[in-house]
């Protein structure tokens, strides 16, 4: 029987992006299964160069694909007349409502041993309808903050069906003491969703608290749920808990599309440098193999990483002084190893 040739497509991005993203490529090679690769742009370099941020040939591309890997994109602070933030488009494009976070400990310094946690954040609604304006001779400023039923439900029966092949743990993380009726909503929806999985252990924290109990003792926590400006902030926190940016993976996964990106920026000042660390892109490959269902060689990439991470060679930004493709040729020659 012929191997299944996996179609995906390579987005770079900006910054590092051009750097992490060919890095990652090295180790999928590694893995013996068959690519077919396609190459893609968006970001902002994309919008200096052809005044749009997300060319319509981009998400034909990615619509075409089994997945697609993401490297990284520049959003600038100002407003800037035409310009929307890459990714952030193509969530809401494409409808990748679900924005899986996961955060697993690695052999890395500052990493907190016994973590392995999901946050799963509503990917599409939220402050993040970009719905702002200015009043009162631009002294007073308002931002419209979404949250619907049907989001929340379908947020909430995702996570629900992840914790299910986990620990089965849940917990909903809400504001709704000061937000009643926006994440009182969004606590009905998820309760709601509750009762199809009773096997499932569901619990509600004020996002606050979460915090709290996260840097405390994030071993507590299994899978979280929230909505997107929580999942953004409390995601970046359990990025903290095993090491940093550079070593958390993400994914946005709809009905129809998957993209998988690091949780890290652009990174413009060490942009063609070489140094990059790209071990969250590199667990982003896996996190993307995972959800093509290979899930054996999406661990085998785990593992080698892991290896990679405790033995060396490590990037800069880990206290060694291997390159980006150093590091990735060590994984990949790693992989090969195992597998």
């Known amino acids: 029987m012929e191997s299944r040739i996996y179609k995906i497509t390579l987005i770079e991005g900006d910054g590092i992006g051009h750097e992490v993203v060919p890095a990652a490529r090295v180790v999928l090679e590694a893995t013996g299964l068959s690519f077919a690769f396609e190459e893609a742009e968006a970001g902002w370099e994309t919008f200096e160069r052809i005044g749009t941020s997300v060319p319509e040939e981009t998400v034909e591309k990615i619509e075409r694909s089994d997945a697609t890997l993401f490297g990284a994109a520049t959003s600038p602070t100002k407003k800037i007349e035409g310009f929307f933030g890459a990714i952030r488009y193509l969530r809401r494009r494409l409808d990748l409502f679900a924005n899986v976070r996961p955060a ?69 993380v809400h504001k709704a003491n000061v937000l009643p009726l926006s994440d009182g909503l969004f606590l009905e929806a998820a ?7 009773p096997t499932v252990e569901t619990e509600e924290v004020i996002v606050d608290a979460c915090a709290m109990r996260l840097v405390r003792d994030p071993s507590q926590f299994d899978v979280l749920v929230m ?48 140094i990059a660390n790209p071990t969250a892109a590199i667990l982003s490959a896996a996190m993307m193999l995972d959800h093509l269902g290979e899930t054996r060689m999406a ?41």
């Open 104 to 172: 697993k400990y690695h052999p890395v310094p500052g990493a907190t041993p016994g973590t392995d946690l999901v946050v799963v954040r509503e990917n599409t609604e939220g402050l993040y309808v970009e719905q702002e304006r200015r009043y009162a001779r631009g002294r007073v400023a308002i931002a419209d903050r979404v949250i619907t039923y049907d989001a929340s439900y379908r947020i909430a029966e995702f996570a629900l069906e992840l914790a299910k092949r986990r620990r089965g743990q849940l917990a909903l």
């Open 191 to 197: 309760y709601d969703a509750a009762k199809r999985h």
């Open 227 to 274: 909505e997107n400006l929580f999942g953004d902030i409390i995601s970046d926190l359990t990025a903290g808990l095993v090491g940093g940016l550079g070593i958390a993976p993400s994914g946005n996964i709809g009905e129809r599309a998957a993209i998988f990106e690091p949780v890290h920026g652009s990174a413009p000042d060490i942009a063609g440098k070489g």
């Open 299 to 339: 661990r085998a990439i785990e593992e080698a990483v892991d290896h990679v991470l405790e033995t060396g060679p490590r990037t800069p930004d880990l206290g060694g002084k291997a390159t980006t493709f150093e590091f990735a040729e060590a994984v990949a020659t790693r992989l090969r190893e195992v597998i």
